[in-house]
């Protein structure tokens, strides 16, 4: 029986079709993800079938990160793999759009973030024997219409605008992803209507930077959340990261909206570094006082609010000096989730052209945050044992009869399993970044 691309064409010699079988694999971050789940919605819409393992597949696509150094060599490693395993290959995500990279990866057919919508074309095309590089911008591209195929049917990832107001000297997201384009409100608004009607339980606002949503369209990220929480329904909404320069801009309103009870009580504001001369150098709109004043307000309105935020270490003109404001900036806000990353230099940026510091003067400052940050955490933690309350399911663990929930400051909650949606559950002890817990009878004393 002979494979055939989905044209509606026969087989030679079977009156039988054969849809081409597509593995996708997903790097990132959730915007990323999101991606993915386009991607997915646009090939069975077309007549592939996504298939679950490569090694099953006919074509592989890979829905690329490059936010690390280790993540691009990661790449270039998986994609050398795959392609033993597939005979075509697609690269899509964010590497395609940056030149140095792209022009490494030539081998493969390539397409750009901001392209999804061709994925089906490009991908028949390569079956065929071709190599295609799209990677243009497509803003006549409705992003908030395309299919889906959720990872998580509890889970709806919703991307509220695409791009960056931000110049940042160590980052590629402009190059990646290009300038803010903010998606309207009724579009937003419908997707998470239709999503909570399929009966979806957990709502996620993703973008670059959910902070700069609507200040290219006359609005705002609170006014948004605001039109949210007159949506009906039995959801929890979680929103994404927001830079503290454009947080500072309407921070009461931000902070008295985050504290409805429709949105978890979580917010994840990148700090970066502790030390405003290396803010500066790392061209970061904001002070270390604009962050400590953000998160005092954040938890005013919001006593139990879960704080996340992003640190890099080991910047090409950090000091050992420097490195410990830092950490004590961490250590005095008690910040209980930080997303630590050793410093690489991305190509295409200003800082990539710095003289990097002796790695392994980096390699000891990150294991030195890595310390402080689990103390903080783990503290942080203790405090919600004995906890009782409601939850909701988010996912099902593999390979173990246990679920993944959350509870309303975004705690992760690890029970047994169970089908329920939401439960009500008693914390029973702490592990390592997690809290157990058992349900219990709403009428248990």
């Known amino acids: 029986m002979q494979i055939i691309v989905p044209e509606n064409q026969e087989a030679e010699g079977t009156d039988a079709k054969v849809p081409v079988r597509v593995y996708l694999e997903t790097y990132g971050c959730s915007y990323n993800v999101s991606d ?16 679950e393992s490569p090694e099953s597949a006919d074509a592989v696509i890979v829905n690329s ?46 397409i750009g973030p901001n392209n999804l919508a061709e994925l089906p074309e490009v991908l028949r095309r390569t079956l065929a024997g071709e190599r295609l590089v799209r990677t243009d911008v497509r803003h006549d591209e409705a992003r908030l219409t395309l299919p889906v195929r959720r990872r998580n049917n509890s ?19 402009v190059i990646a992803r290009g300038r803010l384009r903010s998606f309207s409100a009724d579009q937003i608004l419908n997707r998470v209507r239709l999503a909570v009607d399929e009966g979806v339980t957990q709502i996620w606002l993703t973008s670059q930077d959910c902070g700069a949503y609507g200040l290219d369209i006359g609005t705002n990220l609170p006014r948004l959340m ?27 309103e931000f902070a008295e909206i985050l504290a409805h009870p429709r949105f978890y009580q979580f917010a ?48 090409p003109t950090e000091t050992d000096d420097q490195f410990q404001d830092t950490v004590n900036v961490l250590q005095a806000t008690g910040i209980p989730v930080v997303n630590r990353s050793r410093y690489s230099p991305r190509p295409g940026t200003p800082a990539a052209r710095l003289k990097l510091l002796p790695s392994a003067v980096v ?4 294991k030195e945050l890595y310390r402080r940050a689990c103390e903080i955490a783990f503290a942080d933690l203790d405090k919600w044992v004995g906890w009782r309350g409601p939850v909701t399911v988010e ?5 173990r009869a246990a679920v993944l929930a959350r509870n309303f400051a975004y705690k992760p909650v690890v029970l047994p399993a169970t089908d329920a949606t939401t439960a009500l559950v008693s914390v029973r002890r702490r592990e390592r970044f997690h809290l157990h817990g058992i349900p219990v009878a709403a009428n248990a004393k």
């Open 36 to 51: 993915g789940e386009v991607m997915a919605g646009l090939l069975e819409r077309d007549g592939f079938q996504v298939v």
């Open 65 to 110: 990160c490059t936010v690390k150094d280790r993540t691009w060599l990661d790449l270039k490693k998986r994609l050398n793999e795959l392609g033993r395993q597939a005979p075509s290959v697609v690269l899509a995500g964010c590497a395609p759009r940056v030149p140095q990279q792209s022009e490494q990866l030539k081998a493969w057919s390539q």
């Open 155 to 173: 889970v709806e990832i919703i991307p509220i605008s695409k791009g960056c107001l931000g110049a940042c000297t160590f980052c590629q997201t």
């Open 226 to 252: 605001k039109e949210i929480t007159a949506i009906p329904g039995d959801f929890m909404v979680r929103v994404g990261m927001a830079n503290p320069d454009l947080i500072k801009l309407y921070l009461d």
């Open 268 to 315: 994840h504001v990148p700090l970066q570094a502790g030390n405003d001369r290396v803010l500066e150098d790392m061209r970061r709109l904001y002070t270390v006082e604009d962050f400590r004043v953000i998160c005092d307000r954040l938890r005013k309105a919001s006593p139990d609010i879960t704080i996340a935020t992003d640190i890099i270490v080991g910047f």
């Open 363 to 366: 390699a000891g400052r990150s």
């Open 395 to 399: 996912e099902q663990l593999k390979g």
